[in-house]
């Protein structure tokens, strides 16, 4: 087995727990579609389901829904690659469209992986438009891994 692959063996790894370890994401139900180690980015799929409206009988996903999916997509992509716990210190979301009646698909990249703080920029998109964008910081807990 290539170091390659070995290495992207423990980040798939990695991610998955990371995607099913926190209770709070049984609710969210998180899926992983993918890691690119070359440009440090994670995708996470959050499968649409009708208690994520903001209105019972109106199109739309709740904007605390979309902002979940940033924090744990941020996360997620902060522990992936530092491979220690990341807790988010900042969080600045953008909300740029309606979200309609549909997954969510969160893209999460680290812009700068330091030796205490990693910063990332999320993009989450439903439907043909992307509804939300924003930049994180995270601590890197280096004493928990």
């Known amino acids: 087995m ?11 790894a990695r991610f998955e727990y990371e995607l099913e370890s926190p209770p709070f994401h049984s609710f969210l ?9 070359e440009n440090q980015a994670v995708s996470i799929l959050v499968p649409f389901r ?11 996903i709740h904007g605390g829904v979309i902002s979940a999916v940033i924090d ?13 716990v990341c807790p988010t ?3 600045n979301v953008g909300f740029l469209n309606a979200a ?4 969510l698909i969160s893209v999460a990249r ?3 992986l330091g030796r205490q703080l990693c910063w990332a920029q999320i993009d989450v998109s439903s439907g043909d438009s992307t509804v939300a964008t924003a930049k994180a910081i995270l601590l ?6």
């Open 140 to 145: 890197i807990q280096k004493s928990i891994q």
């Open 72 to 84: 744990l997509s941020a996360y997620a992509v902060g522990a992936v690659f530092s491979g220690c």
């Open 89 to 91: 210190v900042s969080l």
């Open 29 to 37: 139900r998180p899926r992983s579609l993918g890691i690119d180690i």
């Open 50 to 60: 009708t208690d994520f409206k903001y209105r019972s009988q109106q199109p739309g």
């Open 2 to 12: 290539s170091q390659a692959s070995t290495l992207i063996d423990v980040l798939r």
């Open 100 to 103: 309609p009646d549909a997954d």
């Open 110 to 112: 680290i812009s700068k």
